[in-house]
């Protein structure tokens, strides 16, 4: 089974930018949707963005023009980079894989996605 490991995440401040890194063991076989994730303190993870195997981003709305999600399909990674950090993005963030399936409308459905990384914590301070 596919093991993802997220790397990137730091402390930095607000107005600064980050790019998050979720890299996968092995292949995943296509057709998959890999999504990100977020989780501050005392609230529910939240989906941020996802991308599928055949290149298609979905982002949730409250993160558009802000976050951008791709891959290296050579280097079994996938990034997650984060533009102009607020207070409000500080978090643990995850990378998660559902196998078998293209990104659809669930894209921000935790219980969507299967293999779950540890995760990368972000601090943002103003």
């Known amino acids: 089974q596919v093991q993802l490991m997220e790397s990137g995440g730091g402390s930095v401040q607000a107005g600064g930018s980050l790019r998050l890194s979720c890299a996968a063991s092995?292949?995943?076989?296509?057709?998959?949707?890999v999504g990100w994730f977020r989780q501050a303190p005392g609230k529910e993870r939240e989906g941020v963005g996802a991308i599928d195997s055949d290149g298609h981003t979905l982002y949730a709305d409250s993160v558009k023009g802000r976050f951008t999600v791709s891959e290296d399909s050579a280097q079994n990674t996938l990034y997650l980079q984060i533009l102009n950090l607020r207070p409000e993005d500080t978090a643990m963030y995850y990378c998660?894989?559902?196998?078998?399936?293209?990104?659809?409308?669930?894209?921000?459905?935790?219980?969507?996605?299967?293999?779950w990384g540890q995760g990368t914590q972000v601090t943002v301070s103003s």
């Open positions: 998660a894989v559902q196998e078998g399936s293209l990104c659809g409308g669930w894209f921000a459905v935790v219980q969507a996605f299967d293999i």
């Open positions: 092995e292949y995943i076989d296509t057709p998959y949707c």
